[in-house]
């Protein structure tokens, strides 16, 4: 019996060398399966940044009292929000503003656009960089008064 443990000891030592040879293999999976994780997660959070901008600039589009005043808040809007992104927004490009329905009942509409940087994860195979764009639409007040009215 006493043998029969020996034997049984001698073997599980013998396996030492196998286990180093499946992480050697299996390392370069891990970091790859780590750098997808991280790059889908900088692109989701950019894409989230960007609605958010792009929410808050109608918004702030939406309380002005003339189409140049929208497009003037949600430009100081869009750009204070995504100051704020870091790596997740790195070009911002001004934001469009749709002011033709600028009336009581209207509407405005503003898309933003912003480039993600992705160089560093070239290796798992995403794209140096991506463009992300969102857009958001916000009504005017039906009883409002535009045009310093009120």
Request: glycine share 10%.
């Amino acid at each position: 019996m006493l043998r029969r443990v020996r034997a049984g000891a001698a073997r599980i030592a013998d396996d030492g060398g196998f286990s180093s040879l499946e992480l050697v293999l299996i390392t370069p999976f891990l970091l790859a399966f780590v750098l997808l994780v991280v790059g889908f997660g900088r692109v989701t959070h950019g894409r989230q940044e960007v609605q958010h901008a792009a929410a808050a600039a109608a918004r702030a589009a939406s309380l002005a009292d003339t189409p140049g005043q929208a497009q003037t808040a949600a430009q100081q809007e869009a750009a204070a929000d995504l100051a704020q992104a870091g790596i997740s927004c790195q070009s911002p490009s001004p934001p469009t503003v749709d002011t033709s329905q600028f009336y009581a009942g209207g509407q405005v509409q503003v898309t933003i656009s912003c480039v993600t940087n992705l160089s560093d994860l070239t290796v798992v195979g995403f794209p140096g960089h991506k463009t992300l764009t969102a857009s958001a639409t916000v009504p005017l007040e039906q009883y409002r008064q535009f045009g310093g009215g009120g």
